[in-house]
């Protein structure tokens, strides 16, 4: 079993619309959770880190469930320019900041 | 102005070769990372190293070794190259201490003949 795992999409969706991701992980030990974009032959690019208490970055929000061992990222109103892949990230405690990455969601936003 | 820089962007090459990736930050940064991406869009660190601690992951095949000659620079030396080794190769870096961000260079995209 992978240790974080995410759908692969792709997502399909029209601009404007509202998407989620979930993405699970398995090591209960992680402590720190990412969201990174990274587009079609391109580097990854941290999006925003994700809290307990859930955060919001404008169109944005990340929620964690420790209890239940997953992460979500929610994207509102898409734009054209949203189009990527998204990719859950976790830090394990002592990992000495070595990132695990789930193999990414593709999202495709039309017009 | 380039944060993270990796050089060369494509390197194509026969099995069994010797080859190096250069990666060079001005970031200011202590930590890099060098991690690999394979053809199904998995992305595996590698290594983390800052200037007290060289962090291998124990997946990784003993014929690559990272080599650092100062704070700013953390190359990829990869012996005997064989075709799994294709993929695109990332080096990152990021200030030392939990939860730091880690900025991403472009990529190596690496192909094995």
């Known amino acids: 079993r992978k240790e974080v795992e995410q759908d692969p999409g792709p997502f399909n969706v029209p601009e404007g619309a509202t998407v989620a991701f979930n993405c699970t992980y398995s090591?209960?030990?992680?402590?720190?959770f990412f969201w990174y974009r990274q587009d079609c032959r391109k580097e990854p690019k941290l999006l925003m880190s994700?809290?307990?208490s859930g955060n919001e970055d404008g169109r944005f929000t990340a929620q964690l469930n420790r209890a239940s061992q997953y992460i979500s990222l929610l994207i509102r109103d898409s734009k054209l320019s949203d189009s990527a892949t998204y990719l859950c990230?976790?830090?394990?405690?002592?990992?000495?900041?070595?990132?695990?990455f789930g193999g990414g969601t593709r999202l495709m936003v039309k017009p | 102005d380039t944060a993270v820089s990796q050089t060369p962007k494509y390197l194509v090459t026969q099995m069994g070769n010797d080859k190096s990736i250069k990666c060079e930050q001005n970031?200011?940064?202590?930590?890099m990372y060098w991690y690999k991406q394979d053809s199904k869009k998995f992305l595996k660190i590698m290594f983390s190293?800052?200037?007290?601690?060289?962090?291998i992951n124990e997946t990784v095949p003993n014929r690559f070794s990272p080599k650092s000659p100062d704070k700013a620079h953390l190359n990829l030396h990869i012996n005997s190259l064989e075709l799994g080794d294709s993929a695109v190769y990332f080096c990152?870096?990021?200030?030392?201490?939990?939860?730091?961000?880690?900025?991403f260079g472009d990529g190596t995209r690496l192909s094995i003949l």
């Open positions: 990152a870096s990021s200030t030392q201490g939990h939860n730091q961000p880690q900025h």
């Open positions: 090591n209960s030990a992680s402590q720190s």
């Open positions: 994700v809290y307990s």
């Open positions: 990230v976790s830090l394990p405690r002592d990992a000495g900041n070595m990132l695990t």
């Open positions: 970031l200011g940064h202590d930590t």
């Open positions: 190293y800052n200037n007290k601690e060289l962090i």
